[in-house]
């Protein structure tokens, strides 16, 4: 086992095991218990857990006894929350360190140089781009494809398209064939992103499986093969080697494809430039070097800042601020991406909007606010699923609303639900009961019914979290 895997996997076991015996663990014997460091054997079947804790040897004692207590508990835990197909067996080792030279003061600097009383939000505010390193596996099969196919999901949004068209690109420059999928009924704005016009209709998908067949499949924002369309998706169940780059939390328990997905990324888009950075620098094997374009630049700035709502939302990090600089200075028109990606629609999406906003309806004292666009709407303004896009932005910006849901009705009589929050909901968790997924603040799924049905259900279940 690469030891560098064995350190990264021992720190990801310590931190889940913290927060589990902060927040999860009740026994006041493990309540001033620090998690040193976590180190796995080369096979991973042990996790020796050091620990260390405030107090004489009657206090070592009682904590170690709290925490083999707590062994069953968090071993389980651990495969869930990690995903672990074999999870290794803890053994907590007190570390006698800081008996050795180090005072109570000098214990409790270290912990603080450590990030030890910081919480998740100001340990992320420290965080800079550099900190986010692609997994070697995921490098290692981009250099060793020959042939690509990268797939934007469903109803793409400019994170999940501009995404695609960036890595397009930066593998034709490192030497590859690669190809970009895209679907019916583009949204407004599509067009500008270059690159878009060479991107091939998912229809062609099955004729080219069996002209040209790719070596890899890369999905772009999303982490299952059923997020690229009840039509498309089928398709790709064939290829064998696949791969995806998402920031989206994983809602379901069904097992996420390999790749990268981080939900601390504000956009796919900020994971894919630093794969292709990773990429230009010439050391995967595999990848010929070359230099980051304006292009790939523009479509990866288009991405981050439609989804960081031109950065105003909460998902938006210092590190966000380091990545669009790097963009800027690669020569990314700012102002005509902004312009194109959030401020710009056409007339017949405005006679929508329109439409759309005499359904405005709130409920819970006006902290959640419901809408809907149906095919009756679309039909007599002459716009389709993709105008809808933006709108949901404008109704989550009235004041005093907590919660926002946003009725779509698609061809088929289902409806596409989109959901938002403020800070402090979480419409993700609703979005997983309807087989959905998406962010705390930001989720969607697809449901069947009545639309006013859904809305009461929907609300329903919203004002839970009102308080």
Same mark, same amino acid.
């Given at each position: 086992m690469d030891p560098y895997?064995?350190?990264?996997?021992?720190?990801?076991?310590?931190?889940v095991l913290a927060e589990l015996i902060t927040t999860d663990v009740k026994d006041p014997r493990v309540g001033f218990v620090s998690i040193l460091r976590v180190e796995l054997n080369r096979d991973q079947t042990v996790a020796e857990v050091l620990f260390s804790v405030i107090g004489g040897d009657e206090d070592r004692r009682d904590t170690l006894a709290g925490l083999k207590k707590a062994r069953g508990f968090l071993?389980?835990?651990?495969?869930?929350?990690l995903r672990l197909r074999h999870t290794p067996d803890l053994r907590f080792v007190y570390d006698d360190s800081a008996d050795r030279g180090m005072g109570v003061d000098n214990i409790l600097a270290e912990l603080s140089a450590r990030g030890e009383f910081e919480d998740e939000a100001m340990r992320n505010r420290k965080r800079t781009l550099g900190s986010l390193e692609p997994p070697a596996d995921l490098l290692r099969a981009l250099g060793a494809?020959?042939?690509c196919w990268i797939v934007p999901h469903w109803n793409p949004d400019p994170d999940s398209m501009g995404s695609a068209l960036a890595l397009a690109e930066a593998l034709q420059a490192s030497g590859k064939e690669a190809v970009v999928f895209t679907y019916p009924d583009p949204p407004y704005g599509f067009a500008s992103l270059p690159g878009y016009g060479d991107t091939v209709p998912a229809a062609r998908a099955a004729e080219l499986l069996l002209d040209a067949p790719p070596d890899l499949l890369?999905?772009?924002?999303?982490?299952?093969?059923?997020r690229a369309g009840e039509d498309l998706a089928p398709r790709l169940n064939s290829i064998g080697e696949v791969w995806c780059i998402d920031h989206h939390m994983i809602a379901d328990g069904s097992a996420p494809l390999q790749g990268w997905i981080e939900p601390l990324a504000s956009a796919a888009s900020l994971l894919v430039l630093r794969v292709v950075e990773a990429l230009a620098s010439g050391d995967v094997p595999g990848a010929d070097p070359f230099e980051m374009t304006t292009d790939m630049a523009t479509n990866i700035y288009a991405g981050l800042y439609a989804d960081t709502g031109g950065?105003?939302?909460?998902?938006?990090?210092?590190?966000?601020f380091e990545a669009a600089g790097r963009l800027a200075s690669a020569g990314v028109d700012t102002a005509v991406v902004a312009e194109q990606m959030l401020h710009q629609r056409s007339r017949p999406a405005t006679e929508l909007l329109k439409l759309v906003m005499a359904t405005f309806e709130f409920h819970g004292r006006g902290r959640i606010l419901t809408l809907?666009?149906?095919k009756r709407m679309m039909s007599e303004t002459g716009t389709s699923m993709s105008d809808t896009e933006g709108i949901i932005g404008l109704a989550s910006g009235t004041a005093g609303v907590r919660f926002v849901v946003f009725l779509k009705e698609r061809d088929d009589g289902l409806w596409r639900i989109s959901l938002r929050a403020t800070?402090?909901?979480?419409?993700?968790?609703?979005?997983?009961?309807?087989?959905g997924g998406g962010h705390v603040l930001a989720a969607g799924?697809?449901?069947?019914?009545?639309?006013? #049905?859904?809305?009461?259900?929907?609300?329903?279940?919203?004002? #839970?979290?009102?308080?």
């Open positions: 895997k064995l350190q990264r996997q021992g720190a990801a076991i310590r931190k071993q389980g835990r651990l495969s869930d929350i494809g020959r042939r890369l999905m772009c924002d999303c982490h299952h093969l059923s950065f105003r939302f909460p998902n938006v990090l210092p590190l966000t809907r666009a149906d800070d402090g909901g979480d419409v993700q968790r609703l979005a997983a009961r309807y087989d799924c697809t449901i069947a019914g009545d639309p006013y #049905e859904i809305t009461n259900d929907l609300v329903a279940a919203l004002s #839970e979290q009102l308080t």
